[in-house]
């Protein structure tokens, strides 16, 4: 079993920037790919970005290219997503998610944080 717990979500103005967390424990082998989504009011969880194990290769929706960097550190079993260049349609809850899905697909893992909102003004 894995627990997934993020941390940095907030208020920020447009143009700002944030940095989100994930930390992971218990069978933390078991993801293969970690990665970020986030889900609008009344919609559903959509894709951001995915990592691989290594950290050497990474995977974005098109609408975030540019402005959101997936970085990971396994030592500290953590993904993070750097948001830059924030916009008030960002607006959302982010989760953490890990398993073992493909790369360079928008599949989700069978792991899930309990979500963090990021609001962004304008």
């Known amino acids: 079993q894995v627990h997934l717990a993020e941390s940095g979500g907030g208020l920020v103005q447009a143009g700002g920037s944030l940095r989100l967390s994930c930390v992971a424990s218990g069978d933390t082998d078991s993801l293969i790919i970690m990665g970020w989504f986030r889900q609008f009011p009344g919609k559903e969880r959509e894709f951001i970005a995915s990592i691989n194990r290594s950290g050497g290769r990474t995977y974005y929706q098109d609408s975030v290219k540019g402005r959101f960097i997936i970085s990971r550190d396994n030592a500290e079993n953590s993904v993070y997503l750097q948001m830059n260049s924030l916009k008030p349609d960002d607006t959302a809850v982010y989760f953490c998610?890990?398993?073992?899905?493909?790369?360079?697909?928008?599949?989700?893992?069978?792991?899930w944080g309990q979500g963090t909102q990021v609001t962004v003004s304008s």
């Open positions: 998610n890990g398993g073992s899905p493909a790369l360079y697909t928008k599949t989700p893992g069978d792991y």
